[in-house]
């Protein structure tokens, strides 16, 4: 069973930056992409952003456009991401999720989705 282990949350200022990690145990045929969803208390999970594997092509949420940067690491099948000019509208336990990228320009479903880390809470304070 393939584990995704999140690293990297915490609490900042509005404005501030932190930066998220997740390791994958394994990849396997069915982990073509791997990214992050985040739900806010009382809301839906959400799309934040992706990366593909294969190629590096990255899928973003518009609400992150231009503040958050995916980067991966695939010698270590970790991904990354970036969040600067961080939002209290941000605040959210953050899921590491792993699965079938979606199509080039579209965002991520969880119906794509086949694996999920336990989530790391990021806290804005505005």
């Known amino acids: 069973q393939v584990q995704l282990v999140e690293s990297g949350g915490g609490l900042v200022q509005a404005g501030g930056s932190l930066r998220l990690s997740c390791a994958a145990s394994?990849?396997?045929?069915?982990?073509?992409?791997m990214g992050w969803f985040r739900q806010a208390s009382g809301k839906e999970r959400e799309f934040v952003a992706a990366i593909k594997w294969s190629d590096g092509y990255r899928y973003y949420a518009d609400s992150v456009k231009g503040r958050f940067t995916i980067s991966r690491d695939n010698a270590k099948n970790t991904v990354y991401l970036q969040m600067n000019s961080l939002k209290a509208e941000d605040t959210a336990v953050y899921y590491c999720a792993a699965g079938r990228a979606p199509p080039y320009g579209r965002t991520w479903n969880v119906d794509g989705v086949n694996y999920w880390g336990k989530g790391a809470l990021v806290t804005v304070s505005s």
């Open positions: 394994e990849r396997t045929f069915s982990m073509s992409a």
